[in-house]
């Protein structure tokens, strides 16, 4: 089981550009959330995917997007990159269904550094 | 608003008992999770509590109080690899919308 992948690892943009960065969840896995987590900081909800729509979202403006593929894969887009965007991306991955328990897995992360 | 506080970071000695609290405010409750994590690395998960009590697995534990809003993650014969930074968060509800505190630096020292 290869866990939660990400790619790429690392990133540097300009302000202003657009950034897609990818995420492939643990295998069983199908509802992704993506986390923005600045340097010394706890992770941030930014939003979630399940079943190919945005389930759940935090407090980021719209140009935070993503999309999730039918295979549960998922993409996070960010336009017109600012400075503050600058930070370590997480992908987490859970299964679905009821129940409290709902640990989630951790990806490597995507360092963005946008100059 | 979802508020959760822990220290910012604390220092033991190897071999040592450590003890990080973690306190929290939030809209719902349905489990408090807590997640070490190595400079640039991702988040790994070290412990579950959504009972009050005390959740032991070899040498971390955690304890968890919800009418009080307090969690503590307890580490106890310290190693120098578990210097690190430890991450409480809660889940509020049933959609794995975690809220994360800061983060705790553990500094474990010879």
């Known amino acids: 089981d290869a866990g939660v992948t990400q790619s790429p690892t690392h990133l540097i943009k300009t302000r202003g550009q657009q950034v897609t960065l990818r995420c492939s969840p643990k295998?069983?896995?199908?509802?992704v959330s993506w986390y923005q987590q600045a340097l010394g900081q706890g992770p941030q909800f930014i939003f979630q995917?399940?079943?190919?729509?945005?389930?759940q979202r935090g407090n980021f403006p719209d140009r935070f997007s993503g999309h999730q593929f039918p295979n549960y894969s998922s993409e996070l887009n960010v336009n017109a990159l600012l400075l503050g965007d600058s930070a370590l991306y997480l992908c987490?991955?859970?299964?679905?269904?009821?129940?409290?328990?709902?640990?989630?897995?951790f990806g490597p992360g995507t360092r963005l550094t946008v100059l | 608003g979802q508020n959760i506080d822990q220290p910012t970071e604390m220092t033991a000695t190897e071999g040592a008992i450590v003890q990080i609290n973690c306190t929290y405010q939030?809209?719902?409750?349905?489990?408090l999770f807590w997640y070490q994590q190595h400079a640039g690395e991702a988040p790994t998960f070290l412990s579950y509590?959504?009972?009050?009590g005390l959740e032991e697995k070899g040498r971390f534990s955690s304890f968890l109080s919800r009418s009080k809003g307090y969690s503590y993650l307890l580490l106890k014969e310290l190693q120098m690899k578990d210097s690190a930074s430890y991450l409480c968060?809660?889940?509020?509800?049933?959609?794995?919308?975690?809220?994360f505190g800061s983060g705790t630096k553990l500094n474990v020292k010879p």
């Open positions: 987490a991955s859970s299964p679905s269904g009821g129940g409290s328990y709902n640990e989630q897995f």
């Open positions: 295998s069983g896995h199908d509802t």
């Open positions: 995917y399940y079943e190919e729509e945005e389930r």
């Open positions: 939030t809209s719902g409750f349905n489990g």
């Open positions: 509590n959504v009972l009050d």
């Open positions: 968060a809660v889940n509020p509800n049933n959609f794995n919308k975690f809220y």
